[in-house]
């Protein structure tokens, strides 16, 4: 704001030219978009960093030194807090719910991911996950891509259940496995799964992570 201030005042039109390189990204993305979160925004950052550092060179010393201690003290708080607790960073809430809360979090992925790992190399095996893209089932296909005994499948949302592909690996005798969100459970099929872990997010959804057994068990 402040160097959109001196622009005016030095008469700069490069600055009104940047200007319209941050305006015109933001209005075409909030004509189109149900919702925008902030990080949608980060393309237009380098036409804000030019404009900013514009309007520190035209700023005096006794404005410009106690601007760059307040503005560096806020931002390594930020920094410190992403680095050791992340939960706490002043993230803005829609983006909190992305990466720490909400079923984009990637919480337990790893953890699965190990768990998988260590089966028997001969063995196939049928991972089946909640949703068809993001997340689930996309974060466990980017280390399984190249796997040869596991598969990665998105079943849809909401329903989750098992379906006949899974009944299908089961009778072939491949190990099949369910995650999905706690708040999709339903009544069906509880009697054929069994719980191996639960990893539960910040303030949000825990994550399931099951063995599905065959009808006659």
């Known amino acids: 704001?402040?160097?959109?201030?001196?622009?005016?005042?030095?008469?700069?039109?490069?600055i009104f030219i940047l200007s319209l390189w941050i305006a015109i990204p933001v209005v075409v993305q909030a004509s189109i978009g149900k919702i925008i979160?902030?990080?949608y925004?980060?393309?237009?950052?380098?036409?804000?960093?030019?404009?900013?550092?514009?309007?520190?060179?035209?700023?005096?010393?006794?404005?410009?030194?106690?601007?760059?201690?307040?503005?560096?003290?806020?931002?390594?708080?930020?920094d410190y807090l992403l680095l050791t607790d992340p939960i706490k960073a002043p993230?803005?809430?829609?983006?909190?719910?992305?990466y720490f809360n909400n079923w984009s979090a990637?919480?337990?992925?790893?953890?699965?991911?190990?768990?998988?790992?260590?089966?028997?190399?001969?063995?196939?095996?049928?991972v089946a996950t909640e949703g068809s893209f993001g997340t689930l089932p996309n974060g466990l296909e980017i280390?399984?891509?190249?796997?040869?005994?596991?598969?990665?499948?998105?079943?849809?949302?909401?329903?989750i259940k098992i379906n006949q592909d899974m009944e299908n690996s089961l009778a072939e005798d491949k190990l099949v496995f369910l995650v999905f969100n706690k708040d999709r459970i339903g009544d069906y099929?509880?009697?054929?799964?069994?719980?191996?872990?639960?990893?539960?997010?910040?303030?949000?959804?825990?994550?399931?992570?099951f063995k599905v057994l065959p009808k006659n068990n």
């Open 143 to 159: 280390f399984f891509d190249q796997s040869k005994n596991i598969h990665i499948q998105g079943i849809g949302f909401p329903k």
């Open 41 to 78: 925004l980060l393309p237009i950052i380098p036409f804000i960093i030019i404009i900013l550092s514009w309007g520190i060179t035209k700023m005096k010393k006794p404005i410009l030194i106690p601007l760059i201690i307040l503005t560096a003290l806020f931002w390594l708080r930020f």
């Open 37 to 39: 979160y902030p990080r």
């Open 1 to 14: 704001i402040i160097s959109w201030g001196l622009s005016i005042k030095y008469k700069q039109k490069r």
């Open 106 to 126: 990637g919480y337990g992925l790893s953890e699965i991911t190990k768990y998988l790992k260590q089966l028997p190399k001969d063995k196939k095996i049928l």
């Open 91 to 98: 993230l803005n809430q829609w983006e909190k719910n992305q």
């Open 189 to 209: 099929n509880k009697n054929r799964l069994e719980l191996i872990e639960q990893y539960p997010r910040p303030q949000g959804e825990t994550l399931l992570f």
